[in-house]
């Protein structure tokens, strides 16, 4: 098989916060009833965390699950596993109305660190209001970024990440680049 | 700007996130109806000054479908809720009753 690549194989830049192409990151997205027991249990097995509530990421060492909508979960995993846990999403969800498909290179995921900025420069991209007390880690919000549909959540305070679909990964790289440029701070956060 | 609250996901957001899909409660004429049912399913809309009730799609967010009724003069919202309705709930005729005695959209009041 041929050896797969990231959408912009783990690009950096230095802004007045750090922005990082996450590289590979293994991605299920599940659909089916997320209320559902079967599910649930299928899920916390995968993944090792209670499946979140609406609105919310769950988040372990090397996992997450994360609310999307009303019907569809998206869980990451290692990128290497993906396949597998994939197919047994398949086994254990056998008989129940629900679809799990490896999207691990249709999306592209970033971090940024570097403090309270970070919630500076997606205050400059998404509608999303970024002061602490109204967004902060665990949280999971499917927004727009600048032109395109992005999610943003924060693993731990002062690191925000990113994940937007594959094909406007250099648009969002871009985006996130200039949003950061040193000169550019705003301070609304600090 | 228009703010609306997705019933689906709970996140309430300016319009930017959200796609316009025209009026709500358009009731279906499909095969087997006569010309001007069809005519008017597919081209006679309302275009209230006031209170009205639309379809919207929260686009960059769950991506879900829901109904929204607003008065088209203030932008405000009265409430949104599931687009699995073929009427606005009682809750959100009340909540317009109190703002706008005597409104009326299409057939309901």
Not at chain 1, 36 to 61: N, T
Not at chain 1, 151 to 161: K, L
Request: proline fraction near 5%; hydrophobic fraction near 40%; charge should be negative.
């Amino acid at each position: 098989m041929s050896e797969a690549v990231s959408a912009l194989n783990g690009a950096t830049d230095e802004g007045f916060v750090r922005i990082a192409e996450c590289g590979l990151t293994g991605m299920i997205t599940l659909r089916g009833d997320l209320g559902a027991a079967k599910l649930k249990k299928a899920v916390k097995a995968l993944c090792g965390v209670e499946p979140p509530a609406r609105g919310h990421v769950a988040m372990a060492d090397h996992t997450a699950v994360a609310w999307m909508s009303p019907d569809e979960f998206l869980l990451m995993v290692p990128y290497a596993q993906a396949d597998e846990l994939c197919a047994q999403l398949d086994q254990a969800l056998a008989g129940e109305h629900a679809l799990a498909v490896n999207v691990s290179d249709a999306r592209a995921v970033f971090r940024l660190s570097g403090g309270d900025a970070v919630r500076e420069v997606i205050a400059k991209l998404c509608p999303v209001d970024m002061t602490a007390s109204a967004f902060g880690p665990g949280q999971f919000r499917r927004t727009r970024l600048a032109q395109i549909p992005a999610a943003i959540w924060m693993p731990e305070e002062g690191v925000m990440q990113i994940v937007c679909f594959r094909s406007v990964a250099q648009y969002a790289f871009d985006l996130l680049k200039n949003a950061a440029t040193p000169g550019s701070e705003v301070g609304l956060f600090s | 700007m228009l703010i609306l609250t997705c019933p689906c996901c709970g996140v309430t957001a300016e319009e930017t996130e959200f796609h316009p899909g025209g009026e709500a409660h358009v009731k279906r004429f499909g095969p087997g109806s006569n010309d001007d049912e069809f005519h008017s399913y597919l081209f006679e809309k309302v275009n209230p000054k006031g209170v009205h009730f639309e379809r919207w799609r929260h686009a960059n967010g769950c991506g879900k479908w829901f109904n929204a009724a607003r008065c088209t003069v203030t932008l405000e919202v009265f409430g949104t809720y599931s687009a699995q309705t073929t009427e606005p709930p009682q809750d959100i005729k009340d909540k317009i009753s109190a703002k706008r005695p005597g409104w009326s959209w299409r057939e309901f009041a």
